[in-house]
Nanobody, 125 residues
Framework: QVPFVESGGGLVQPGGSLRLSCAAS?????????IGWFRQAPGKEREGISS????????NYADSVKGRFTISRDNAKNTVYLQMNSLKPDDTAAYYC?????????????????WGQGTQVTVSS
């Protein structure tokens, strides 16, 4: 498994935007990996919200974020991004990225045993 570092979270008002970044640590490359973004709010199960194929040619979104979030990747920078617009209080959660086992039409199966703290997104006025 590739260790990941998530960043870019913070406190934002409803309707605001944030861009999360996912980078591989230890000099590992993301280039050939399908990557997914997941989130977990207190007291709730972890939710897969978006994924992107290794080339960036295919993306998937959960209904809860479709039309508001955009996943992208820059393999030259070894980074996957999640642009989050029109944020709602329900988007408040810890956000994580992970290599995924690609599932057609779905977010994918995360290949990650340890989830750590991720990056916290809090949407509140």
């Amino acid at each position: 498994q590739v260790p990941f570092v998530e960043s870019g979270g913070g406190l934002v008002q409803p309707g605001g935007s944030l861009r999360l970044s996912c980078a591989a640590s230890g000099g590992r490359s993301l280039e050939r990996l399908a990557i997914g973004w997941f989130r977990q709010a207190p007291g709730k199960e972890r939710e897969g919200i978006s994924s992107i194929s290794s080339t960036g040619g295919t993306t998937n979104y959960a209904d809860s974020v479709k039309g508001r979030f955009t996943i992208s990747r820059d393999n030259a920078k070894n980074t996957v991004y999640l642009q989050m617009n029109s944020l709602k209080p329900d988007d408040t959660a810890a956000y994580y990225c992970a290599q995924v086992l690609w599932v057609a039409g779905g977010i994918g199966i995360p290949l990650r045993d340890s989830w750590g703290q991720g990056t916290q997104v809090t949407v509140s006025s």
